[in-house]
Nanobody, 126 residues
């Protein structure tokens, strides 16, 4: 059974940092890439990063490039999202999800991700 569980969310002041973790089981990183997708109230889901250990590649949209860093520890089946210089507009529920490596070219589309975790809330506010 495929499972993903996010942790590490919380309340942080603007300019602060958080590190999210996504603990996974039931599948191989050889077959799937992992993305972090966020959804703010009233807004569409946005993919903020994606990592493929098979391709040795990471992906970021312009909205977070230079502030967010995705990494993985394959031995622990865990993917991390380090978020720095956080802004109020980063407030959202953050999900990790899988995307087949054959679909990696579509990493920007949240609709291409199949297995999802329950999400963790990130709130950036003073």
């Amino acid at each position: 059974e495929v499972q993903l569980v996010e942790s590490g969310g919380g309340l942080v002041q603007p300019g602060g940092s958080l590190r999210l973790s996504c603990t996974t089981s039931g599948f191989s990183f050889d077959d799937y890439a992992i993305g972090w997708i966020r959804q703010a109230p009233g807004k569409e889901r946005e993919v903020v990063s994606c990592i493929s250990t098979t391709a040795g590649a990471t992906y970021y949209p312009d909205s977070v490039k230079g502030r967010f860093t995705i990494s993985s520890d394959n031995a622990k089946n865990t993917v991390y999202l380090q978020m720095n210089s956080l802004k109020p507009e980063d407030t959202a529920v953050y999900y990790c999800a899988t995307i087949g490596v054959m679909l990696l070219r579509l990493w920007k589309s949240p609709y291409e991700y199949d297995y999802w975790g329950p999400g963790t809330q990130v709130t950036v506010s003073s």
